[in-house]
């Protein structure tokens, strides 16, 4: 069974520094890897997909995440925290034999300080 | 463009009761899931349906039934809830080798 690693469940930065968001995967395959964000009461919404068209994967809102296989890492990053950034942040990958069933990171929570 | 939608958004049950918990997608999409997210867990899915008619288990699905009659709506119902089953709620949907796109969460306590 396919299993996500995200280290750190929590991650405090300030504005306007460098976000980095930690990934890893367990996969033979390379697979479908998403990231997702969710704001407070809210459902998630896709951030960004990597499906093997490039390693690195520009999404919405500033973040990439870059896709290296030989350390099975998919982390997240902003050059430039923004208040309006603070939300939980879930990796999730597709489950190997399958293209829609995901598998779920425990999710890093976000705080931004002013 | 209202996506995924999921009733209700909140409720409060007593341990014994049942309910059912409705979402609907308007994006014609094949697949949906129901997931439950608690705190330090990320989201762990509860059942899937890959086609109207369909169902699977997933990683947890004791104390839960679910149903697809029509391919537009996905329904999970608790029969005898248990406050275990304190939880948020939430179904996605999607189509084969696309981003699942999910509802804003049905809140449920049980007590």
């Known amino acids: 069974a396919q299993s996500v690693t995200q280290l750190g469940s929590h991650v405090s930065v300030s504005e306007g520094a460098l976000v980095l968001l930690r990934c890893n995967y367990s996969?033979?395959?390379?697979?479908?890897l998403f990231w997702y964000v969710q704001y407070p009461n809210q459902g998630l919404q896709l951030l960004l997909k990597?499906?093997?068209?490039?390693?690195l994967v520009k999404g919405i809102n500033g973040f990439e995440a870059e896709f290296k296989k030989s350390e099975t890492s998919f982390h997240l990053t902003k050059p430039s925290a923004h208040m309006s950034d603070a939300a939980e942040y879930f990796c999730?990958?597709?489950?190997?034999?399958?293209?829609?069933?995901?598998?779920f990171g425990k999710g890093t929570l976000l705080t931004v300080n002013p | 463009n209202a996506g995924v939608t999921q009733t209700p958004k909140f409720r409060v049950l007593k341990t014994g009761q049942s309910m059912t918990l409705l979402c609907a997608q308007d994006?014609?999409?094949?697949?949906m899931y129901w997931y439950r997210q608690d705190p330090g867990m990320g989201l762990r899915l509860i059942h899937y349906?890959?086609?109207?008619?369909?169902?699977a288990k997933g990683e947890v699905p004791d104390g839960y039934n679910v149903s697809r009659l029509k391919k537009q709506n996905f329904l999970l119902g608790l029969e005898s809830a248990a406050p275990s089953q304190t939880s948020v709620y939430f179904c996605?949907?999607?189509?084969?080798?696309?981003?699942?796109?999910f509802g804003d969460g049905t809140r449920l306590s049980i007590l």
């Open positions: 349906s890959v086609g109207e008619g369909t169902t």
């Open positions: 999730a990958v597709s489950d190997a034999g399958s293209n829609y069933k995901l598998t």
């Open positions: 996969s033979s395959v390379p697979p479908y």
């Open positions: 990597y499906t093997s068209a490039a390693t």
């Open positions: 996605a949907s999607s189509d084969s080798n696309q981003p699942q796109h």
């Open positions: 994006m014609n999409h094949e697949y």
